[in-house]
């Protein structure tokens, strides 16, 4: 076994890694950009070595740097966890140049798997059953749409070198091919410096089911059974289970054996996972193998009781795998949720933001989070926005999906937009509890998970107003003890009035609905609360105390329990079945200079891609006119109207702050 290994990656894989690697008594060295200089991976690893700047392509993705830390320290081994140098063939052969274990499979299996037509290939002369479609050389852009029209719309547009959703785009017709095959090059290109393309038959109602496979140096080889992923947005997976729910035992070992030829025919080695499309009948079609661990591994480690990664370990280390097929059982079922710094009511655009309050839900038997940020840290526009992964076991599924939902309810994040509230609400519908899954779950039952109840907002409404009365009561009473004057007036905190009733009113924004409450400070310090904004008028007693964050209310006799924390002139608000964020709204004076120009500001902070049209060119309605990328991910900006393109602020390749104003845009004369 290694003495010390390095690890080639950040954030909650790389703590992943370690906690394993502290395990088996083999010490750690990681890496790290200007970004990461504390972050929590460089923390917990017992030497760890900078890099490089903030963006990956001058740090983690420097193959150079990573070998020269490994060398400088004396590292035997390299584990790359998954992205940046995971699937990288030549970094891998670099290591093996120098010397280095790479902790992953060997160079030619990482080729072979690389391209995605070039697996397509491999995997139909051995046997394994495919989706229809081209992954052929000739990738000019006629051959592709001639290919994509033969085959009939929807097709799925992917980036051969791709993975994790990069690269890829669903088309529905002949008339947004192009569009969507130029973006789909750009943003391979940008994210792997490859753009070559591979068309699909897009299946409307597929499971995205896959298979983790195992395999060491002497050619043993086995399956550590299945999981559906197929809940996904922009391509990428939001909650994942195992076992899948619904797959018999026949189909789960006709998929197993696939699996395993898939990796026979390749000579794998290490972790592996092959995915298939499961069709309702139970036919299944290889997608792809990723060459590397994957970011839902927790949930196998949960239903079979095994460290993966001590399994790498293991097989790197030229021993044989820990356990035989027949020796591999499942027990009991395990959800995983991915924790992001996203907001999900605008399309999941990524965000940034401090960390300012983080409070997970608490770990034992049954609840693991992995995570690689600590509170106070950042959420940069540099690398992915994940905050941590969320994994519950239980017995079954139906108590695994309980636990699920308890912890979701506990886990409380302030300063961002997160996903947590959209987990929940899509964790706990009726079509996830009955598992009728397909990959178009979040789509087709949108209505469900994306709701906006009013009657939920009138419900916390009374604990937003006692919090904000309670709260400037104690800020008062503060500011009242500063006084040496007892007789003073600025020294009472009774809210004494000669005449009328002491009311204190709070125009609310809660979850985009304006409120005003109304709080009129009564006797036996009970409080009456009315509002406007709200379906109902009615009047409600309150009363309750604040002790630092926590609120204890009584709402007309109902106790409740929740937690506040203030930042930047939010207030999130957690009870142990909801979350919401409201605000003071501030007087509007109005604008006092809109400087006459109609233009776009820039969503998020990231980097501008692509200008589609010229400035001062006429567009249509719905015509991309600038094109971001921050965070991974690729944002459209589009004409709200007919108009024209006055000017563009930026150029391509300009790093831009969310908010910042991106277009001169003149829509046209309606008349």
């Not at 990482?110 to 394994?128: D, L």
């Not at 209505?447 to 939920?456: C, G, R, S, T, Y």
């Not at 589009?638 to 602020?649: I, K, L, N, Q, S």
Request: net charge negative; charged share 25%.
């Amino acid at each position: 076994m290694f003495d010390k290994i390095l690890i080639a990656n950040r954030g909650e894989i790389a703590c992943r890694v370690i906690r394993t690697a502290r395990k088996l008594g083999i010490r750690t060295v990681a890496v790290y950009s200007d970004a990461d200089a504390n972050a929590l991976h460089v923390t917990m690893a017992d030497e760890a070595v900078h890099i490089g700047a903030a963006p990956s392509k001058e740090s983690y993705l420097l193959s150079d740097r990573v070998l020269e830390a490994a060398k400088k320290t004396g590292a035997q081994a390299v584990h790359p966890g998954y992205g940046f140098l995971s699937e990288n063939a030549a970094f891998s052969a670099a290591c093996k140049a120098n010397n280095i274990v790479f902790i992953g499979p060997p160079v030619g299996a990482i080729e072979a798997m690389g391209s995605k037509s070039a697996a397509k290939t491999i995997m139909e002369k051995a046997g394994v059953p495919l989706v229809p479609g081209y992954h052929g050389d000739d990738q000019s852009p006629a051959i592709l749409k001639q290919h994509a029209d033969a085959m009939g719309y929807p097709v799925l547009l992917k980036a051969t070198a791709g993975g994790g959703g990069k690269g890829m785009r669903q088309v529905w017709s002949n008339e947004e091919f192009d569009e969507a095959l130029e973006a789909a090059k750009r943003e391979s290109l940008s994210s792997f410096g490859d753009d070559r393309m591979l068309v699909e038959k897009y299946l409307t109602q597929p499971r995205h089911v896959e298979i983790q496979v195992f395999c060491d140096q002497a050619g043993n080889g086995v399956y550590l059974f299945e999981r559906d992923c197929s809940v996904q947005r922009r391509h990428q997976k939001v909650i994942e289970e195992a076992p899948a729910p619904g797959v018999n035992d026949t189909v789960r070992s006709a998929m197993g054996d696939a699996a395993l030829l898939a990796a026979s025919a390749i000579n794998y080695e290490g972790a592996g996972t092959v995915e298939f499309l499961l069709d309702k009948d139970d036919t299944f079609y290889f997608m792809e193998m990723n060459t590397r661990l994957q970011v839902e591994h927790p949930v196998t480690e949960m239903i079979t009781g095994q460290d993966l990664v001590e399994w790498q370990l293991r097989v790197a280390a030229g021993q044989n795998l820990p356990l035989r097929q027949d020796e591999l059982k499942i027990n009991g079922h395990a959800f995983e949720a991915r924790i992001y710094a996203e907001d999900p009511d605008n399309d999941f655009l990524p965000v940034t933001g401090t960390l300012s309050y983080l409070q997970a839900p608490e770990e034992n038997t049954h609840v693991r989070v992995d995570t690689g940020v600590l509170q106070g840290d950042e959420v940069s526009i540099y690398y992915d926005p994940m905050i941590a992964k969320l994994i519950v076991w239980d017995e079954n599924r139906d108590r695994a999906l309980a636990r699920l939902a308890q912890a979701l309810s506990e886990y409380r994040i302030s300063g961002m937009t997160t996903n947590v509230e959209f987990l929940y609400n899509l964790a706990t519908t009726e079509p996830f509890r009955k598992a009728d899954l397909d990959t178009g779950f979040i789509d087709k039952h949108k209505e469900l998970i994306f709701h906006k109840n009013e009657a939920e907002i009138e419900r916390y409404l009374p604990l937003a107003a006692l919090y904000l009365i309670l709260k400037r009561k104690q800020d008062s009473l503060a500011l009242a003890s500063r006084s040496t004057d007892p007789y003073s007036p600025w020294h009472n905190n009774n809210g004494w009035r000669s005449c009328g009733a002491n009311i204190h009113d709070f125009p609310l924004l809660i979850n985009g609905h304006e409120i005003t409450a109304f709080v009129e400070e009564g006797t036996a310090n009970r409080l009456t609360l009315t509002s406007s904004g709200t379906d109902t008028q009615r009047s409600i007693q309150l009363s309750g105390t604040l002790d630092g964050n926590d609120l204890h209310a009584d709402v007309d006799g109902h106790r409740v329990h929740a937690s506040v924390v203030a930042h930047d002139g939010i207030y999130s608000l957690f009870t142990q079945d909801a979350a919401l964020q409201f605000s003071l709204i501030e007087p509007d004076y109005g604008d006092l200079d809109d400087g006459g120009a109609a233009g776009f500001t820039a969503p998020m902070t990231g980097t501008i891609v692509a200008l589609p049209v010229e400035a001062g060119s006429p567009v249509k309605k719905d015509q991309a006119i600038v094109i971001m990328e921050a965070m991974k991910m690729e944002h459209t900006i589009r004409a709200p109207a007919d108009g024209t393109v006055v000017e563009f602020y930026f150029q391509p390749g300009d790093l831009v702050d969310g908010g910042a104003e991106l277009v001169n845009f003149e829509a046209a004369d309606s008349e």
